[in-house]
């Protein structure tokens, strides 16, 4: 394989493209224990078995917290900037549903650079994410994968969108129990990013994907 992608020498600014970006130690700490809060309180009501009486106080106190935070919103694919304890700094969506610090549906999934090359992450699903009974949903750890996948090429400065994701699901991936992704670039062509990880549980591979990334086509790289 021809190893011809080339990464792009800095990162593009998310604001050359017109996105407003929100440095992440600028998130205030209560909007992201809101959003722990948040979190867990979907977890809840999706298992609950209380009354009547209190479901019905429950859904005035979320209305009210709703009603509350409506006026004054991000705009859609608001970026935000992550910088890494190596330095280097990365853009990923604000609200991204796998990785995105103030989404509440998202885990968060957030991957760091692995000592064996590539990235690796831990994270826990709770029983938001359930497929078959006990189990994580095949498409959540698709999810997974594919920001993982995408996160690889991002670290090694060749950014795109996933063209093909292909997973394989080996063994069952429990709700609520620790799990480990791990995701690297294995060639590169042209524009195309070839990217294959992991998911674990207990150093057995639950899941495992290769997609194709197909970088951004950046001004000034010819289209190379
Ligand atoms: C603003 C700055 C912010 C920076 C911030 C960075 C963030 C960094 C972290 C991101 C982490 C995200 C992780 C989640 C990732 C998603 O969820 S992405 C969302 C899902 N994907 C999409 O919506 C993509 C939809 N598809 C498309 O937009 C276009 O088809 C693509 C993929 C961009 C390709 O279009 P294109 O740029 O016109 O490229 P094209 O010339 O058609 O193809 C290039 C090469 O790829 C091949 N190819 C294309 N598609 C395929 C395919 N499906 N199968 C096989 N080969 C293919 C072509 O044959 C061609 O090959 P060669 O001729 O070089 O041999």
Same mark, same amino acid.
């Given at each position: 394989?021809?190893? *011809?992608? #080339?990464?792009?020498?800095?990162?593009?600014?998310?604001?050359?493209?017109? +996105?407003?970006?929100?440095?992440?130690?600028?998130?205030?700490?209560?909007?992201?224990?809101?959003?722990?809060?948040?979190?867990? +309180?979907?977890? %809840?009501?999706?298992?609950? #078995?209380? @009354?009547?009486?209190? &479901?019905?106080?429950?859904?005035?106190?979320?209305?009210?917290?709703?009603?509350? &935070? #409506?006026? *004054?919103?991000?705009?859609?694919? %608001?970026?935000?900037?992550?910088?890494?304890?190596?330095?280097?700094?990365?853009? =990923?969506?604000?609200?991204?549903?796998?990785? @995105?610090?103030?989404?509440?549906?998202?885990?968060? &999934?957030?991957?760091?650079?692995?000592?064996? =090359?590539?990235?690796?992450?831990?994270?826990?699903?709770?029983? %938001?994410?359930? @497929?078959?009974?006990?189990?994580? !949903? /095949?498409?959540?750890?698709?999810?997974?994968? *594919?920001?993982?996948? @995408?996160?690889?090429? /991002?670290?090694?400065?060749?950014? =795109?969108?996933?063209?093909?994701? *292909?997973?394989?699901?080996? $063994?069952?991936?429990?709700? $609520?129990?620790?799990?480990?992704?791990?995701?690297?670039?294995?060639?590169?062509?042209?524009? #195309?990013?070839?990217?294959?990880?992991?998911?674990? !549980?207990?150093?057995?591979?639950?899941?495992?994907?290769?997609?194709?990334?197909?970088?951004?086509?950046?001004?000034?790289?010819?289209?190379?």
């Amino acid at each position: 394989m021809t190893v *011809d992608a #080339k990464p792009v020498a800095e990162l593009p600014d998310p604001r050359d493209f017109g +996105l407003s970006v929100v440095p992440e130690g600028e998130i205030p700490a209560e909007l992201a224990s809101l959003v722990d809060e948040v979190r867990s +309180l979907v977890d %809840t009501v999706a298992h609950t #078995k209380a @009354g009547s009486r209190e &479901l019905a106080a429950a859904r005035e106190a979320v209305a009210a917290a709703n009603d509350r &935070l #409506k006026g *004054d919103r991000h705009d859609i694919g %608001t970026m935000v900037q992550q910088v890494w304890p190596d330095g280097r700094v990365e853009y =990923g969506t604000l609200t991204n549903v796998v990785s @995105g610090p103030t989404n509440a549906a998202a885990p968060p &999934l957030r991957m760091e650079t692995a000592p064996e =090359g590539g990235l690796r992450g831990e994270v826990v699903l709770n029983g %938001t994410y359930q @497929g078959p009974p006990g189990l994580v !949903h /095949g498409g959540w750890l698709a999810a997974l994968l *594919d920001q993982a996948l @995408g996160s690889a090429a /991002g670290a090694e400065g060749m950014p =795109g969108l996933t063209a093909n994701l *292909d997973v394989n699901y080996r $063994n069952p991936t429990p709700l $609520n129990a620790p799990l480990e992704i791990t995701a690297r670039v294995s060639g590169t062509e042209r524009r #195309k990013v070839f990217v294959s990880g992991e998911v674990r !549980h207990n150093g057995q591979v639950t899941a495992e994907g290769t997609a194709l990334m197909v970088r951004m086509n950046l001004p000034g790289d010819g289209g190379a």
